[in-house]
């Protein structure tokens, strides 16, 4: 159950697009259309914005997108706003039935 | 409304035990996937285990099979995980999470999380 890898860091200025990678392998992201992706502020609990690779939940802003090639997937923040400026984590489903998370990534906007 | 209220961390000494709960309101347990995740201080969102609508399937990572347990009582609507052998690397605020639907695995609603510090 190795973490799926993400960059550390990311940064963008205000208006401009980012895209977070999440590598995994054939056993989880590259298996399953399970993807998900959440934003954590500090101090605060973790809030889902894209579930199932590419779908948001009731509520969360269009700028939020997500997509999956092979055993990579990708969340897209389009028009960065300060507020976007949080930690992001992908997450799989596994061929063991267990889920696994990325380490993160610290969004910076600058 | 859904809302997920996480009780029962604390100090524990290594080797010891403790038994967080998550009292789950505005939904019942019998309908939905139910999740604990931790974080360490600092550090990223780890998955620790997950129950299914019957409670007859329970998942864990490799990090604690063997050592916790998740439960629920459905007349009190209320999840549980049980921590035994606990040692340092389990220091992590834990977040009970309820899955967003039965067709996906997402965590779609999460508790506020409870400070669980192992330390002598």
């Known amino acids: 159950q190795s973490a799926l890898t993400q960059p550390a860091s990311v940064s963008g200025s205000p208006g401009q697009s980012i895209t977070i990678s999440c590598t995994g392998t054939s056993s989880d992201v590259g298996r399953f259309h399970y993807v998900s992706w959440y934003q954590q502020h500090p101090g605060k609990a973790p809030k889902l914005i894209i579930f199932?690779?590419?779908d948001r939940p009731s509520g969360v802003s269009n700028r939020f997108s997500g997509s999956k090639s092979g055993n990579a997937a990708s969340l897209t923040i389009s028009g960065l706003q300060p507020e976007d400026e949080a930690d992001y984590y992908c997450?799989?489903?596994?061929?063991?039935?267990?889920?696994?998370f990325g380490g993160g990534t610290k969004l910076t906007v600058l | 409304e859904v809302q997920l209220v996480e009780s029962g961390g604390g100090l524990v000494q290594p080797g010891g035990s403790l038994r967080l709960s998550c009292s789950a309101s505005?939904?019942?347990?019998?309908?939905?996937?139910m999740h604990w995740v931790r974080q360490a201080p600092g550090k990223g969102l780890v998955w620790v285990s997950r129950i299914n609508t019957d409670g007859a399937t329970t998942n864990y990572a490799d990090s604690v099979k063997g050592r916790f347990t998740i439960s629920r009582d459905i007349a009190k609507n209320t999840l549980y995980l049980q921590m035994n052998s606990l040692g340092a690397e389990d220091t992590a605020v834990y977040y009970c999470a309820r899955q967003l639907a039965l067709v996906t695995t997402a965590q779609g609603y999460w508790g506020q999380g409870t400070l669980v510090t192992v330390s002598s």
């Open positions: 505005g939904f019942n347990l019998t309908s939905y996937w």
């Open positions: 199932d690779v590419n």
């Open positions: 997450q799989s489903f596994t061929i063991s039935a267990t889920l696994v």
